[in-house]
């Protein structure tokens, strides 16, 4: 498969822990975005990426989480003493720094906080 | 800021009915608008995009949907819906040049047999 890839598929995390995601763009793509989608709403950017450089981010995206990138290929996201309101599946996409291109998602992840 | 908004959020349609589902964005300059459709678990897939040009764009599975400007709006049509159509479709925007997608709430719809 070489679509967007992203790792777990599901977490299950007590309120207070620290997660972190993986996301691997499709490979010739520069540009990786991160999106947050809870029930019932479209997903919502959370930051976006070109090569390595972080160049936006979203006022949703709060001191606990963090997203790097740091050879330009995957990207991480880590979310820092977790609460229950960050339960939310998360979105990765990725593409070409083309005008008329699209944004390719991955599966996403799903973040359960109990 | 942009928004998009989708109104229908919950539509069922009986196989072979025609299919029209609502989508208004509030940006007034250069726009690229996307339809994503999600079936049941699988990820978000394009189903057709616009970004400048014929303002009438088909996309797979025989979708289209029209830009008009003038209505800030880009619906997307079927003529004729089948069962495996089934699924979540969500409409997003981004500024032209820009990175960020800005999506609707989604509409679930519901072909049944």
């Known amino acids: 498969d070489t679509g967007v890839s992203q790792d777990p598929r599901h977490k299950i995390t007590k309120r207070g822990q620290n997660v972190t995601f993986r996301c691997d763009p499709i490979?010739?793509?520069?540009?990786l975005y991160w999106y947050r989608q809870t029930l019932g709403q479209g997903p919502e950017f959370l930051t976006y990426?070109?090569?390595?450089?972080?160049?936006?981010k979203s006022r949703l995206l709060s001191d606990r989480f963090s997203a790097e990138r740091p050879k330009g290929s995957f990207s991480t996201l880590e979310i820092q003493r977790t609460e229950q309101g960050d339960s939310a599946m998360y979105l990765c996409?990725?593409?070409?720094?083309?005008?008329?291109?699209?944004?390719?998602f991955g599966q996403g992840t799903r973040l359960t906080v109990v | 800021a942009q928004s998009v908004s989708q109104h229908n959020h919950h539509v069922i349609l009986s196989e072979a009915a025609s299919l029209e589902l609502g989508c208004n964005y509030s940006?007034?300059?250069?726009?690229?608008l996307f339809w994503y459709v999600q079936y049941p678990g699988q990820h978000l897939q394009l189903l057709l995009k616009?970004?400048?040009?014929?303002?009438l764009v088909k996309g797979i599975k025989g979708f289209e949907a029209e830009f008009i400007k003038s209505k800030f709006s880009f619906n997307l049509r079927k003529p004729s819906v089948q069962w495996s159509d089934t699924a979540e479709y969500f409409c997003?925007?981004?500024?032209?040049?820009?990175?960020?997608?800005?999506f609707g709430t989604g509409t679930q719809l519901k072909v049944e047999l």
């Open positions: 940006y007034g300059g250069t726009v690229n």
């Open positions: 997003a925007s981004r500024t032209g040049g820009g990175n960020k997608l800005t």
């Open positions: 490979s010739e793509h520069n540009r």
């Open positions: 990426f070109q090569n390595e450089a972080q160049l936006e």
């Open positions: 996409a990725s593409s070409i720094n083309r005008e008329g291109t699209e944004a390719f």
């Open positions: 616009y970004f400048s040009g014929d303002p």
